[in-house]
Nanobody
């Protein structure tokens, strides 16, 4: 049975860094495009970043471009989101998802993890 598990969320001060991990069991991440999305309290789910199956194509929301980096280690069956220069507005629950997507739309992803909380606050 496929399961996606996010980890790495934490409380961090503004300007700090975190690395989120998305690990899969029951399937091979290398067969899928992977997306990171986030949801802040009272808001809808927001696209953060996506990476293609080979890792050759990546996509970022303008709000995180230049600060976040998505990359994958298919041998480890894991996708990462490196987050630098974190801001309070990055506070949200971060989810990873797998599917087939060219435009990084949440509706393209059929399997989702449970999320990991990122809080950016002094």
């Amino acid at each position: 049975q496929l399961q996606l598990v996010e980890s790495g969320g934490d409380l961090v001060q503004p300007g700090g860094s975190l690395r989120l991990s998305c690990a899969a069991s029951g399937d091979t991440l290398a067969n899928y495009d992977i997306g990171w999305f986030r949801q802040a309290p009272g808001q809808g789910r927001e696209r953060v970043s996506c990476i293609s199956r080979t890792g050759g194509s990546t996509d970022y929301a303008n709000s995180v471009k230049g600060r976040f980096t998505i990359f994958r280690d298919n041998a480890e069956n894991t996708v990462y989101l490196q987050m630098n220069s974190l801001k309070p507005e990055d506070t949200a629950v971060y989810f990873c998802a797998m599917g087939f997507s060219r435009l990084c739309n949440p509706g393209d992803f059929g399997s989702w993890g449970q999320g990991t909380q990122v809080t950016v606050s002094s």
